[in-house]
């Protein structure tokens, strides 16, 4: 077989040396996340791996345009406009790595799809913060962040009220606190099996996964990861944590919920981005030169992300579930406000050590693809440095009272609508994939709109 030249950078090199030191692997999961964050592809044997590496994969156009549910979406215009033409994956540098615990041994790679020609697809959401990390440096910037995880570890079965419940302790059965148990340690004991093997695949896969604590609310809990200076390896390391946490926990008999709140009574479930920008040298542009006077380049940035939050919140909340999680005093932000070690605000400049100076970005839900988030986010930034756009007011203490939420939408439909006559983030995307993310989400919208919810019943059913 002629090895074509992989327009991902991706070398044959790389396969050879990776089956080398790992003879135990057998298969190989082939991944491309689509516009919702969802691993799609396949598994392939050993054997096929040096051809994937010579000649990439061919893979449907369709796979890309795909709801949550797996369904195709014709308005996103890359089925029946294109005859659903194949176009061909490759893998992405770097993202070959063993999957801690299979038996049989597996490995995983990320993939990325082009053109036939090796043009980037332009509706795949790896290429489009690829477009705003290459303008940031055209700029002279360059990216460093790092995401953090929030989930939920949830009984496999529904409790009597047929809502869920959080898990047992995977330790020893023991039946989990109806307490909160924020930041307790003792609490975190029961688990302790399952995250030692969500830190050896974390370590496994190259992602140092640092702390992981007990949140706000029963059977949540949060894990940090290390800083990057490559913004596109944070969402690489969030995206395959994710995966990680999901697989450990069924392999130890619970479940691992990403859903933005699926609790009614408690906070939802966050995925921060914490993010800098550093010059050509690797200082790093947003600190002060005096501690607390803030530099006009993260004010800048403050009002750039402040001036698109509302039009950006369809990325931020993409689903249903995401606008549940918006409440007063839950730390998820109903305002495009920020402040300093402030979480009751959207953009937080966290507290310590003055050389760290960075922008949490807090609306996102852990729902959202970590992708798109930080292309819009930087977008958002390249906008506030280009206009100088003045931060406005910092918000000191409770940012929950007397909110100004402007032209924030208050729901999906509003958020979608928003998305759909965005010029920020058309530029922020790029055309087709805000075509392609926008059709997606007008798609579920309807779908989840022409259900009937037991709720319905609940409410009217023997009552109007």
Partial sequence: MTADISPSGSSVAEAEAFMAAHPEVEAIDLVLHDANGVGRGKIIRRHELLGFYKSGRHV???VLALDICGEDVHETGLIWDQGDGDLRAWPVPGTLV????TKPARAEVFMSMYGLDGSPMSSDPRHALQRQVDALAAEGLFPAGAFELEFFLLANERGPDGKVQ???????????????EVYSVDHLHGMLPLFSDIYAGAAAAGINAETVISEFAPGQYELTLDYRTDVMQA??????????????????????????????QYAGSGMHFHVSM????????????????????????????R????????????????????????????SPSWGVNNRSVALRIPAGDIKARRIEHRPAGVDANPYLVA???????????ANQIDAGPQTTGNGYDGAEVGDMPVDWRGAI????????LRDALGVDMHRTFVAIKAAEYARVASTISEVDFELYLHTV
């Fill in 60 to 62: 449907p156009i369709s």
């Fill in 98 to 101: 063993p999957l801690h615990g």
């Fill in 166 to 180: 959080p898990a047992r302790d995977v330790l020893d059965g023991r039946a989990a606190s109806a307490k909160t």
């Fill in 235 to 264: 969402a690489d390391d969030l995206i395959r944590l994710k995966r990680i946490v999901r697989a450990q926990a069924r392999a130890h008999g619970v479940t691992a919920c990403f859903m933005a709140k699926p609790v009614q």
């Fill in 278 to 305: 550093l010059d050509s040298d690797g200082n790093n542009v947003f600190v002060e030169a005096v501690e607390g006077k803030w530099s006009d380049t993260i004010l800048h940035s403050i009002g750039g992300l």
């Fill in 307 to 334: 001036s698109t939050m509302a039009e950006s919140m369809l990325v931020f909340a993409p689903h249903a579930n995401s606008w549940r999680r918006f409440v007063g005093q839950s730390y998820a932000p109903v």
């Fill in 375 to 385: 292309a819009t986010v930087l977008a958002g930034i390249r906008t506030g440095l």
């Fill in 417 to 424: 609508d928003a998305a759909r006559a965005s010029t920020f």
